[in-house]
């Protein structure tokens, strides 16, 4: 496609629930990351996949938080038992290589948490 | 851990004035953007600039990545510049991956 894509653009989810948040890259882009940005800072380095290998999980917050891409082109952030302190815009980003490249971000998912 | 201060944290200007964001960075660095986040949040890349001086139209950015600073300048501003400007970085012998944004500067731009 022509950017990256997110679905869904807005979730809203009670406490205690499971989401799946889902990211489509540029095509051909080989490198992968999802950020998370809280309400007026900066985004947050989550995760970074390059092809299907996740090269970097050091920034998720808890083993409820789940990202995998197994065919090196969609990526799926899964969280799981979703709490307050999770609402927040998750925003997916490409490359074409796997560093020392432009970032190119999608318009993110806002996630609520009630 | 690698700090990432950006100036000045809110900047209101008047359309058709010029104005600097400064980046100061703690480390040495090999990866250093700018975005701009427009008021619907999406996240535009400005330069790829880990050293040097870039221009692209009214926008250009310079990196002296000997003294830890990048600026961003932008002339003769326009509405539409309005929102967040990052500068992020990837630190030397940190994860490629894990780009590390300031706290942003917020411009508005009146007509």
């Known amino acids: 496609g022509a950017g990256v894509s997110q679905s869904p653009r807005y979730k809203v989810a009670k406490r205690g629930q499971d989401v799946a948040l889902r990211c489509d890259p540029i095509s051909g882009h080989v490198s992968l990351f999802w950020y998370q940005q809280a309400l007026g800072q900066g985004p947050e380095f989550l995760t970074y996949f390059q092809n299907e290998a996740q090269l970097d999980k050091s920034g998720l917050p808890s083993d409820r938080f789940f990202a995998e891409r197994p065919e090196g082109s969609v990526s799926t952030l899964k969280i799981q038992r979703t709490q307050q302190e999770d609402s927040a815009v998750y925003l997916c980003?490409?490359?074409?290589?796997?560093?020392?490249?432009?970032?190119?971000f999608g318009s993110g998912t806002q996630l609520s948490v009630l | 851990g690698i700090q990432v201060e950006q100036s000045p944290p809110d900047l209101i200007l008047q359309e058709g004035a010029n104005s600097t964001l400064r980046c100061n960075f703690s480390d040495s660095v090999n990866n250093l953007q700018w975005f701009h986040q427009n008021p619907w949040g999406q996240l535009i890349n400005l330069f790829y600039?880990?050293?040097g001086t870039k221009q692209n139209g009214r926008l250009s950015a310079t990196t002296v990545a000997t003294e830890r600073y990048s600026l961003l300048y932008i002339s003769s501003s326009q509405t539409t510049d309005s929102g967040v400007y990052f500068c992020a970085v990837v630190i030397i012998g940190g994860s490629q991956g894990n780009l590390i944004f300031g706290k942003g500067t917020k411009l508005s731009v009146k007509p």
């Open positions: 600039i880990p050293s």
């Open positions: 980003a490409s490359s074409l290589s796997g560093f020392g490249e432009k970032l190119f």
